[in-house]
């Protein structure tokens, strides 16, 4: 058993994505959700959900800067639009952690196309 499996969350976290890999997802919708955090009180954040997942991730500001450089900055327009999402670490309180960052796939097309079955079997392998 993996012990992160035995404390759940509701949002993605690097943890869930292997490293080395990215997922290609489609943008499903954006919400403000009262987001609890070890270091204080719950906050409004901005979650983005995507297309057949079922965790959000909770939008940091160089994430969200990401998505909005490329897409503009009204996320309704985001919608079904495609990003890549990634493990990697950076830096915090001056330590390395893990993080999770975004990025627009190359020539991102303005719909996602049809996803081919080994498509499916990659993200389904990787469930979040």
């Given at each position: 058993m ?5 404390f759940p969350s ?11 890999r ?12 009262g ?13 983005v ?17 990401v ?7 009204e ?13 990697t ?17 190359a ?20 469930p979040?």
């Open positions: 993996k012990i992160t499996s035995a509701r949002y993605l976290k690097a943890a869930d994505i292997p490293t080395g990215s997922i290609a997802v489609g943008i499903r919708k954006v919400v403000m959700e987001v609890e955090s070890d270091h204080g009180p719950a906050e409004d954040k901005p979650v959900y995507f297309e057949d997942k079922q965790k959000g991730l909770v939008l940091n500001r160089t994430n969200a800067s998505i909005s450089e490329s897409y503009g900055d996320t309704d327009v985001w919608i079904g639009k495609p990003l890549e999402i990634y493990a670490q950076t830096e915090f309180r001056g330590q390395m952690v893990p993080c999770l960052r975004l990025r627009i796939p020539a991102a097309p303005a719909v996602l196309p049809a996803a081919t079955p080994q498509d499916v079997a990659d993200a389904d392998a990787i979040f």
